[in-house]
């Protein structure tokens, strides 16, 4: 079965520093969407993206957080210039429409 | 926006029973899904159930929609069954389609 591949599994970083996060979806898919979960807490939607753009984002997801498909295939989460608060699980999901959401591994981010 | 309320948020049990895990939402959906989180944090989806009623060996699944909840069932759990388990949905309409909103989850732990 396809599977949506992120990397790092786990990243460690200096507050302050830019980070990078990493999703190759499932390759017929077109709706691409970035989750968060802070440890303990429940899964958060950041924002969702299709045919190269923005289609809505939430209130977490400030001018701090990019996203972008810079090749065709992988599909970047980008944090400016992170805070301790920022360290959570980094979940990438894609559809191919009016279907489920397959999530990947997902990204531990650690921000010391 | 929609809300999502899952129940009990506890459950201990001991191997081989049975146990039944409520999800209620707050507004008309056009995706539910099931998941189980894993112990190394990996979102496992359990179901893809808008409506209707789905078997998957030991588990199954029911969503009434019409009265907006879902339920999922465990028969004869396991060890490995523990972990959390989310209910996550997507509101009917507009574009929303892969907006999820998680649940808290409820936190089952089976002994042996």
């Known amino acids: 079965e396809p599977e949506v591949t992120q990397t790092p599994s786990h990243q460690v970083t200096q507050m302050g520093q830019e980070v990078i996060l990493r999703c190759v979806p499932i390759s017929n898919h077109l709706y691409f969407y970035w989750y968060r979960q802070i440890l303990g807490q429940k899964v958060e939607f950041l924002v969702s993206f299709y045919n190269n753009e923005i289609s809505e984002k939430s209130e977490i997801f400030d001018d701090q957080f990019s996203v972008e498909r810079p090749d065709g295939s992988n599909f970047t989460l980008k944090i400016r210039s992170t805070k301790l608060e920022d360290s959570a699980m980094y979940f990438c999901?894609?559809?191919?429409?009016?279907?489920?959401?397959?999530f990947g591994n997902g990204t531990r981010l650690t921000v010391t | 926006g929609i809300q999502v309320e899952q129940s009990p948020p506890d459950l201990i049990l001991q191997e081989g029973a049975n146990s039944t895990l409520r999800c209620n939402f707050s507004d008309s959906v056009n995706n539910l899904q099931w998941f189980h989180q894993n112990p190394w944090g990996q979102l496992i989806n359990l179901f893809y159930?808008?409506?209707g009623t789905k078997q998957n060996g030991r588990l199954s699944a029911t969503t009434v929609a019409t009265e907006r909840y879902s339920l999922l069932y465990i028969s004869s759990s396991q060890t490995t069954d523990s972990g959390v388990y989310f209910c996550?949905?997507?509101?009917?309409?507009?574009?929303?389609?892969?907006?999820?909103?998680f649940g808290q989850g409820t936190i089952l732990t089976v002994h042996p």
């Open positions: 999901a894609t559809q191919d429409g009016n279907s489920p959401l397959h």
């Open positions: 159930i808008p409506s």
């Open positions: 996550a949905v997507g509101p009917a309409g507009g574009t929303s389609y892969g907006k999820l909103t």
